[in-house]
């Protein structure tokens, strides 16, 4: 049933001359037929690059509209149109507003897991892998980080020069996680190393041998001489690299890591967008592409 539906997904990609997107996160079934992979701005990114003027994105929202902010002129579809992330909604731009008027000498960092709206009123993009670059290299001293406090603290850490100041938001999904599941994760797997996402707490993250976003992890795996890992983001990553390596082991740091928004898209959905009959298109307007895409230009220009 599965490869029937892959079948019809590759079939009809071709017919219609459309780009499957898929992050990481994805189910195997969907990464299997996808075009592109990878983290959010990876994706973004390499679906500039990508000759169809259709794509059909499978992961959550903000993702499909970072798409549609680096490709104006391409047709975004979101496969699942309920697919949201928690994270990227959780301030209101007008927060984000007056505090800039509170604070206008405090450039505002946001996330990239952030809405297209939240971006509009920021200074500055970062990734989980450019953040500490793109920090160090803002001539402000101090700022404000959104939404992510867990993230946000791993750069203060790594630049102690800086003063970040931190809004009371992140990942549910990264945040759950505690030092008692590292504590039982080190019993049940001793010598096994453990590489974390920077979404997860301070208290994890202090236990790492490993912090990187999720690119980073699976490179990591994929090059350590190790043999055996206790993985510290979304379970799917503990899944493709056990696919990946069969002769390596690796263990999900908890039960926990589990993004309900991601796995909300099936491959029946993709299908669906790809076929016409379902998904839904990203549509943002001319002002709101403008103001968005100012901050990711930022990075970029701060990232090279
Ligand atoms: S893992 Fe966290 S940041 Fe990523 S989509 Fe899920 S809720 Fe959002």
């Known amino acids: ?6 079948d019809k997904i590759i079939a009809l990609k071709k017919e219609k001359n459309i780009c499957l997107v898929a992050h990481t996160y994805q189910a195997s ?5 996808a075009d592109i992979k990878g983290d ?3 994706l973004s990114q390499k679906a500039q690059l990508a000759p169809e003027s ?7 929202r903000f993702m499909a509209e970072g798409v549609k902010l680096l490709s104006p002129d391409k047709k975004v579809i979101l496969a699942h149109p309920d697919a949201g992330c928690p994270m ?5 731009p007008e927060r984000v507003r007056q505090y800039k008027k509170e604070h206008p000498d405090h450039p505002i960092v ?3 897991n952030t809405t297209a709206e939240l971006k509009a009123v920021c200074d500055v993009c970062v990734t989980s892998s450019t953040a500490v670059k793109i920090v160090s290299r803002l001539p402000e001293k101090e700022m404000l980080f959104i939404p992510d406090c867990n993230l946000g603290d791993y750069v ?9 100041n931190l809004w009371l938001g992140g990942c549910h999904v990264h945040a759950g996680v505690t030092e008692r599941d590292v504590i039982n994760a080190r019993k049940d797997h001793p010598g096994a190393l453990l590489l974390v996402h920077p979404e997860c707490v301070p ?26 890992f206790i993985i510290g983001t979304e379970m799917s990553i503990s899944e493709h690299l056990t696919y990946q390596f069969p002769d390596k082991h690796f263990h999900m740091l908890s039960k926990k890591l589990v993004c309900p928004n991601m796995k909300i898209t099936s491959l029946m959905d993709v299908y669906r967008a790809i076929a016409g009959t379902g998904g839904e298109e990203i549509i943002l307007s001319d002002e709101l592409m403008r103001d968005a895409r100012r901050p990711i230009d930022k990075m970029i220009e701060l990232g090279q």
């Open 1 to 6: 049933m599965i490869r029937e539906i892959q």
């Open 29 to 33: 079934e969907i990464l299997e037929v």
């Open 40 to 42: 959010s701005f990876v």
């Open 54 to 60: 259709t794509v059909v994105l499978a992961g959550v």
């Open 88 to 92: 990227a909604e959780q301030i209101a």
């Open 110 to 112: 946001a996330y990239i």
């Open 156 to 164: 203060q850490r790594q630049l102690p020069d800086k003063k970040i």
């Open 203 to 228: 208290e994890v993250v202090a236990h790492a041998d490993f912090v990187g976003s999720t690119s980073a992890i699976l490179e990591f795996a994929a090059q350590s001489d190790a043999n055996e």
